[in-house]
C-alpha cells in the first residue's frame, strides 16, 4: 500500500491547541520501530518537545487477522486500551509517559491520536549494552514496578477495557488460549517453511505435552505483554518509564516472565520476579518462540522496512523451536 505519513501542517491546529498559539512547531520527527502505530516528535520553538502517537491504518504494517474474543493478545491496539492502560499503570505506580490529550473524536487528523511527554530516547536496552552500572538502579526500579504489576490481581483475564465494559469472555481456561495460539502459530509458518512442516506433528505434541502438566488457575496478575528493555525508556533523572503498553491485560504472569526472562537475558534476576509456576512457565516460553516465528514471517510479507531483521528472528526461532523435538 501506499503509505503517508504526517507533515508539520498536519499538526499545527492540534500544537496550537495544546500549548497555545504563541508557540511554534519547527519539526516533526517520524520514529523508527513502531509496527502499529505511528510515533512523531514535535518539536516547538522554545525547544520543548512531546510525543505524538498516531492509530491511523497508514500506520499498521501488519496485515488483518481474526480478533478472537477470549484472546487477550489479538487486536491489542488502539487509543480506547491505551487510555485505559495509561490509568491502570498509574494506579500500580508503574511511570509511564504523562498523558497531555487524548483525540478520539477526530478534530485534528482523521484517526485517533495521543499527544504525550517526552521523556527522552535512551533505552534501557542501550544502557544496559554499553553502560551496564548505569542500567543497575533502573533495572531495580523497574523490578519493583513489575511486582506491584504482577501482585494486581483479578479474577478474570482479559484486556482492561473489556473487563471494565462486562464483555471479557472466560470459554476457555488461560494456558489453552496459549495452546490454541501456538498452534495456530505453527501451522501459519508450516505453509511458509518445509522444515516447520516436516516437524508440524512433533512440535504440535511437544505443545500437548507441555500443557498436560499445567493445573488450573483463577487469578490472574496485570501483565504489559511484551515487554522488553527496548519498551522502557530512561529519563536524565535515572527514572525507567514503560512505554507500548496497549497489550497490557490481566493474565498469568508467568507469560510476562517468559517474555522477561528472553529480552533480558542474565539481567533478568535484578527485576527480582515472583514466585512462578514451573510448568506453565515452560509452555509459555515455548509458545512464544512459535510466536515469534509466525509473527516475523507474516509481517515479512508486507512493506515493513526492516524486513530482513524480522526474517532473521524468525530464523533464530526456528531453530529454537526445532531443537527441543
Known sequence: ????????????GLVAEQFG???????LDRL???????????????ETTAILYVWAAGENYWPPSPTVPDDPFTDASGA??????????????????????LDRDSRHLDA??????????V??????????????????????????MHTTLGPHYGKLAAIARGEASQIRRAEDVIVDRALGHLDASATRDARLAEAHDRIAGHVRHLRGAVAARQTYGLVHGELGPDHVLVTPAGEPVVIDFEGLTYFDVEWEHAWLQMRFGAAYR????????????????????????????????TDFPDRRWMLDL????????????
Open 21 to 27: 498559539t504563541g508557540r511554534r512547531l519547527t519539526a
Open 32 to 46: 523508527t520501530g513502531g509496527s502499529k502505530k505511528g510515533v512523531y516528535r514535535l518539536r516547538l520553538d522554545d
Open 1 to 12: 500500500m501506499t503509505r503517508a505519513f504526517l507533515r508539520p501542517d498536519d499538526v499545527r
Open 112 to 121: 485517533d491520536v495521543a499527544l504525550v511527554e517526552d521523556v527522552g530516547a
Open 270 to 301: 535484578a527485576l527480582r520476579p515472583v514466585d512462578l509456576d514451573p510448568h506453565r512457565l515452560e509452555l509459555y516460553r515455548y509458545a512464544q518462540v512459535l510466536s515469534l516465528i509466525e509473527g516475523p514471517l507474516r509481517i515479512a510479507d
Open 123 to 148: 533505552k534501557l536496552e542501550a544502557l544496559m549494552r554499553h553502560d551496564p552500572a548505569a542500567a543497575a538502579a533502573p533495572l531495580a526500579t523497574l523490578g519493583d514496578a513489575l511486582r506491584r
Open 80 to 101: 480506547e486500551l491505551f487510555a485505559a492502560n495509561h490509568a491502570a499503570l498509574a494506579a500500580a505506580g508503574v511511570r509511564t509517559p504523562r498523558l497531555l490529550t
Open 314 to 325: 524468525a530464523e533464530w526461532n526456528i531453530t529454537k523451536a526445532l531443537a527441543v523435538v
